[in-house]
């Protein structure tokens, strides 16, 4: 016998009750903090808009196109943010978030051109003496709490992110039957896309960043490693093992999303390139396949195999948490670059479609001739049968040859009727 407190009793619907108080607790204190970094974040916009933009754009220290690419769309977005504040100060939550939400392409545009904003503002601090003055004038005013431009720039980005932590929890602590569950789910969705959209901006950015940090330590230029589409996993020194009886020789080793470059350092005592390498090798990592030698076990050190369509390839590490992390990288990349490729095709893809599957190419003025020379063939076909079966015996053997060359002659008519009723043939 159960002895938990039925809903249906006092001591249920006490518990029910408790637990929606804890629910509506919840989402009040996260509906204040919500409403106190919300105004926070306006009196922050407004001192960028007020003594940032419209001073630069009066004063004319820079041109309007080097403003809108550092500045971008912050100040359209100081327009929705207070039209928001307004709306969550009266506790209107899920209609303010509902009219925000359809401005968010002003965010989204403000996320794509923040990496553009940070390049060209430090470009203009180097070149502009007037506007070095200028910005280290406005970010000593005591409203700024010795915060940078480059900082207050990314307040937009930061401030998505706080959004999509406080939607979640005011939708997780509002009941389905609340006029604002809809309004705020949807909100958690779009906010959350817009942030996908900044992490994902800051990933390309940082391995852009790592592309040519690579070109750079490689001599001269004829290994392309800017190529669209390509990702940085991993570098380090590995041990190559040769074929034959020499010693292993270390190397340098850069893995990426489609490829494994091999490479090994210049000269220590070259006047330029002393601190680069030399490629030697690029392997493609599309028809690779990696397999660990030994290393399973808690010896020091592995090995492992890796197989190409025209080499092959032992790489050695003393440190077995190294190679095993390398087999991992490996495996990894390989596994994502053969689910890329891999082509899944539909079942109607593979069937051939009928010859005379579209009726209305059945009524063409050929298709109507080549009818028409069909049936007096066949007319012609009857009457010579038929005056055949009239002139042949109704009894013995010539009677029994007839019909059999009767039926022989109706066969080929009824084999192609047969082979003409497949609508599709698998490939």
Known sequence: MSFAPSPFTPMGSRNIQDQRDRWERKRSRTARELVHGEQRYCEQLDLVVTYFVEILKAKGTLRQDIRESIFSSIKSIH???QTLLAHLELGRFGIGFEEFCTHLQ??????DNIQTAKKVLMVQVKKSKAFR????????????NQQKLEDLLLLPLQRIQQYKHFLRDLTENTGPDNPEFQQLSKAVKVVSEVAQRIQDNARSHENHLQLRRVQKQLKGRKTRILTPGRWYIREGWLKTVPTKGTEAKPKMFYLFSD?????????PIHPTHGDKFVCQQVYPLKECTVDKVFGHTKSQGGLISLTFARAKLLLMSDDQGDINDWYRSLCMAIGQLKSKNTVVHKRDQLCRKPIRSDPDCQNTPELQTRGIKRIMMLDEEVRMHSEGHRSIPSTGESGHSATKRLKSDETPAAKPQESSGSSCVIL
């Open 106 to 111: 002003l965010y989204n545009t403000y996320v």
């Open 259 to 267: 490829i494994l470059l091999q490479a090994k350092p210049c000269s």
């Open 133 to 144: 003055r200028f910005k280290k004038l406005q970010e000593s005013r005591p409203e700024f």
């Open 79 to 81: 327009l929705i943010n």
